[in-house]
């Protein structure tokens, strides 16, 4: 089993940032890939960014170029550095991950939320 803790939301004005953390626990050995998604009123759920274990990297289209995920894999803690915000960033931003031995089981935070005023 994996628990996520997500940290880092909050309110923000236009134009600023926020780091996103989340920190991996539970009974596992290795994880695999760990990743950000996030879901707006009346949106779909969406891809934010994703990192694979070996460093490669996956950003929804809305978020390049903006957006930067990273990781320590000896803490197990994935990171989002979200830049230049925008209101349309607002959003109950999801951590996922999966781990080494079964990448097709998801693990889930339970959210943090993301305001960004304009």
């Known amino acids: 089993q994996v628990q996520l803790v997500e940290s880092g939301g909050g309110l923000v004005q236009a134009g600023g940032s926020l780091r996103l953390s989340c920190a991996a626990s539970?009974?596992?050995?290795?994880?695999?890939?760990m990743g950000w998604y996030r879901q707006a009123p009346g949106k779909q759920r969406e891809l934010v960014a994703v990192?694979?274990?070996?460093?490669?990297?996956k950003y929804g289209d809305p978020v390049k170029g903006r957006f930067a995920i990273s990781r320590d894999s000896a803490r197990n803690t994935v990171y989002l550095q979200m830049n230049s915000l925008k209101p349309e960033d607002t959003a109950v931003y999801y951590c996922?991950?999966?781990?080494?031995?079964?990448?097709?089981?998801?693990?889930w935070g339970q959210g943090t939320q993301v305001t960004v005023s304009s």
């Open positions: 996922k991950a999966n781990l080494l031995i079964n990448p097709g089981r998801d693990y």
């Open positions: 539970g009974t596992f050995l290795s994880i695999n890939d």
């Open positions: 990192i694979g274990r070996g460093g490669s990297t």
